[in-house]
């Protein structure tokens, strides 16, 4: 059964700094990875998919990165903005039931002034 | 991206009662699916909303307790049966399959519950 983690829970930096958040899963068979974000009390946003064949993929500040070998991503945020405050969850689809996703358990980001 | 739209918005139930939401969205697409995030939790997949056919439910959920329909392409239903309050979560439908990103899951806005 495919497990989740991200590190850390949550993370507070100030307005500017680039940072990093970490997704790893047990089961390295997967099909994509995709990343969202989810505001206080509000439903989810795509903000990367990167299918099992890639090793990144770019969309403004943002920059995931996908080792399936060693079961790990990364999301890059550079020069973050306090508008970037959010919960960022990641989400892996399995080979034959890529449609499912099995989500870790977020890092809540604050960016504070 | 294919927009998404649920209601209600939010609610506000006793136990015992049921509670239907409503995923709708703007252009056909092949999958929905329904996802319940618990407090503090994060998101758990109930099951797939196939059309014209039974939903497809994941281990845990079952059909009594969250009845789904698919009557076409862009609309579908859940039904949360027979309320408690451990059933109070944030419930968010997902399509997959729109436009030119065939393998990217996007969500609706989701639906807060939670039962009294």
């Known amino acids: 059964k495919q497990e989740v983690t991200q590190i850390p829970a949550a993370l507070s930096v100030p307005e500017g700094e680039n940072l990093v958040l970490n997704c790893s899963f047990t089961?390295?068979?997967?099909?994509?990875l995709q990343w969202f974000r989810q505001d206080p009390g509000k439903g989810l946003t795509s903000l990367l998919l990167i299918q099992s064949s890639q090793r990144e993929q770019t969309s403004g500040r943002l920059n995931a990165s996908l080792d399936k070998s060693s079961g790990r991503s990364t999301l890059y945020i550079a020069a973050s903005q306090p508008g970037d405050s959010a919960t960022y969850l990641c989400a892996v689809g399995a080979f034959g039931t890529a449609s499912k996703l099995t989500f870790g358990t977020g890092t809540r980001l604050q960016v504070t002034l | 991206s294919a927009v998404i739209s649920q209601k209600p918005s939010r609610d506000i139930c006793q136990r015992g009662t049921s509670l239907t939401i409503q995923c709708q969205v703007d252009?056909?697409?092949?999958?929905m699916f329904w996802y319940r995030q618990q407090p503090g939790q994060s998101l758990t997949l109930i099951a797939t909303?196939?059309?014209?056919?039974?939903?497809?439910?994941e281990s845990g959920f079952v059909i009594d307790k969250f009845p789904i329909s698919r009557p076409n392409l862009t609309f579908s239903t859940l039904t949360v049966s027979n309320m408690s309050p451990e059933d109070s979560s944030i419930y968010l439908c997902s399509v997959l399959g729109f436009g030119g990103a065939p393998n990217e899951q996007f969500f609706g806005p989701g639906t807060r519950l939670t039962v009294l």
């Open positions: 089961d390295s068979a997967i099909y994509n």
């Open positions: 252009s056909q697409v092949t999958m």
């Open positions: 909303a196939n059309q014209g056919s039974e939903a497809t439910y």
